[in-house]
């Protein structure tokens, strides 16, 4: 069945870093697009990066547009999340996201908490 495992979560200082990882399992990897969302409290949930199956192309939110770098690595079958600048509203649970056959996966968050 299809696995999504993040990692990384942390509570961390405005201005400060965050990598977060999704390990992958129970589907092709490599022939997935791949996405990270984001829920605050009391918000929807949204869309913050996009990676294509072959890391070519990358999309992402204004909000987060030349702080956030979405990577992904097809032999670890494995996608980051690389947060750079981090601000207090960026504090949210992230979650790792496929959509295969119409059908949405997710996995079970990592709390991101920006505060000092």
């Known amino acids: 069945q299809v696995q999504l495992v993040e990692s990384g979560g942390d509570l961390v200082q405005p201005g400060g870093s965050l990598r977060l990882s999704c390990a992958a399992s129970g589907f092709t990897f490599s022939s997935s697009a791949m996405s990270w969302y984001r829920q605050a409290p009391g918000k929807e949930r949204e869309l913050v990066a996009r990676?294509?199956?072959?890391?070519?192309?990358?999309n992402y939110a204004g909000s987060v547009k030349d702080r956030f770098t979405i990577s992904r690595d097809n032999s670890k079958k494995t996608t980051y999340l690389q947060m750079n600048s981090l601000k207090p509203e960026d504090t949210a649970v992230y979650y790792c996201n496929v959509r295969l056959f119409q059908i949405d996966y997710w996995g079970q968050g990592a709390q991101v908490t920006v505060s000092s």
């Open positions: 990676i294509s199956s072959t890391g070519g192309s990358t």
